[in-house]
């Protein structure tokens, strides 16, 4: 019998969550105004929404946009490159700020576990579910609405100011539930991990829903327990494909050593293997944001970053991959350039397995950010070169003329730096960033080398 409908299914919490918020892929040109019509579902008597909002990419050029970051449980804002700080929350309990397309709203989490809005300026400020914790959330592309997996494992959708919520997909708590979700990039369409259990897990797999309700519909039968299970990574540049992992399934240990990369045919198909294995850390994929037919990988077995990992470019439709950088680097964090010609990533040498300790760490800090242009295949330049820290997670401006990364030096201090594209003097932006989730004392270490540094900052550009 068919899987069409959510209300009688049974399912089981994902094992794993190795990473809050789905990848999510937007393109937009400067200048532009992004009409957007959302249509409420039958249930809703609200009338359609027409929303008029601004590009995402500011138009002034002399403008970089926003930063949002944490410095003492407390969200901090200022605009790029020089603007004076303000502080919206003083509460000091608050982490992982994300910005809405618009620039006007931040989601954050509170306490470690609810989510709340609030405008730029602090105003506004409210818990997204009163009195509920939420794990995923994820902004719409280009308007300022989110969708959010309930705590008891549903599917909502709602806007920032609170109009318009909608129920997209309904949970039977305790034996179904949503996992990670993702925007298609025409904001048609919501991607979504289902999994269902009655004594034990028996269905998991891959389902899309219109953004505006509807009938959800499968995409993809994970095959799980024996095939594994499927982990969403997001959509392509164009729509066209859901890029996944699939990997064993109960063994977090061996989903942890990296498992095969994949993109569906949305309109039908088989899957296509883009790697065999990658670690599922969200920035070690990078779309073209130009929409094109590519993605760049960070491509290699095993947890630890600081070893045999390489930077493939893989089209997507054919998984037809070629590797730019040699075996005798370790790459890390991909930031794809705006015009689809650069990337930016993070290399070390590749010294073999550094295993943890003293070796571990000297080795970390050679990591440097490098460009190179795909297009026209000339070799990588080295943009940052101090001895003295350790320069990870670089992500372009809208204009692609510089490139903001993290710092972190000897003493495990960490600090956000802005470097001309081109190469130049780094400026320093913010000191005194706290990794969160350990101690200071072992912040260099992360896990096996990789450090999450999304819930530190956001960057509107």
Not at 15 to 20: D, H, M, P, R, T
Not at 112 to 132: C, F, I, K, N, Y
Request: charged share 20%; hydrophobic share 40%.
């Amino acid at each position: 019998m068919a899987k069409t409908r959510h209300m009688w299914s049974k399912a089981l919490v994902p094992l794993i969550s190795l990473f809050s918020v789905a990848c999510g892929v937007l393109a937009a040109m400067p200048g532009s105004t992004v009409i957007v019509t959302t249509t409420i579902p039958p249930t809703g008597e609200a009338p359609p929404i027409t929303q008029e909002l601004p590009s995402v990419i500011p138009t002034i050029v002399d403008d970089l946009g926003k930063l949002a970051y944490v410095q003492g449980g407390d969200i901090w804002v200022r605009h790029l490159p020089d603007g004076e700080p303000r502080q919206p929350t003083t509460d000091g309990s608050n982490q992982g700020p994300r910005w809405s397309p618009s620039g006007e709203w931040l989601a954050f989490w509170k306490a470690g576990s609810q989510v709340w809005l609030m405008r730029a300026d602090g105003s506004e400020a409210r818990p997204l579910v009163e009195g509920a914790d939420v794990s995923i959330f994820a902004w719409a592309p280009t308007t300022d609405r989110l969708a959010y997996v309930t705590d008891d494992g549903g599917l909502q959708a709602v806007n920032a100011d609170g109009a318009y919520p909608a129920t997209l997909v309904v949970s039977e708590p305790g034996r179904s539930k949503v996992g990670h979700v993702a925007w298609s990039p025409d904001e048609i369409r919501i991607a979504y991990e289902w999994w269902e259990q009655s004594e034990s897990l028996h269905y998991q797999g891959l389902w899309e829903v219109s953004a505006d309700g509807g009938e959800p519909r499968e995409l993809y039968d994970s095959g799980v327990p024996g095939k594994g299970e499927v982990i969403l990574a997001g959509w392509s540049g164009d729509g066209r494909f859901l890029l996944f992992w699939q990997g064993p399934i109960p063994s977090a240990s061996m989903l942890a050593d990296g498992v095969p990369l994949y993109a569906l045919p949305v309109d039908g198909g088989a899957p296509v293997q883009l790697a065999e294995a990658t670690l599922l850390h969200p920035d070690f994929i990078a779309l073209d944001p130009t929409g094109a037919d590519q993605i760049a990988v960070v491509d290699g077995g095993y947890r630890g970053s600081w070893t045999n990992k390489r930077l493939h470019v893989i089209q997507i439709s054919s998984g037809e991959s070629v590797a730019v950088t040699s075996p005798n680097e370790a790459v890390s964090s991909l930031a794809w350039s705006p015009d689809g010609r650069r990337i930016a990533y993070v290399a070390m040498p590749d010294e073999g397995d550094l295993g943890g300790g003293d070796a571990a760490r000297q080795g970390l800090m050679k990591r440097r950010i490098w460009v190179v242009d795909v297009e026209d295949g000339s070799p990588a330049r080295l943009l940052t070169d101090n001895s003295m820290h350790r320069d990870e997670y670089p992500l372009w401006s809208a204009d692609g003329n510089h490139i903001l990364f993290v710092r972190m030096d000897g003493d495990d201090n960490v600090s956000l730096w802005l470097v001309p594209a081109e190469g130049g003097d780094p400026h320093l932006l913010v000191d005194g960033l706290v990794v969160v989730g350990g101690p200071p004392s072992n912040a260099w270490f992360g896990y096996y080398g990789y450090v999450g540094w999304r819930p530190l900052f956001d960057w509107w550009r």
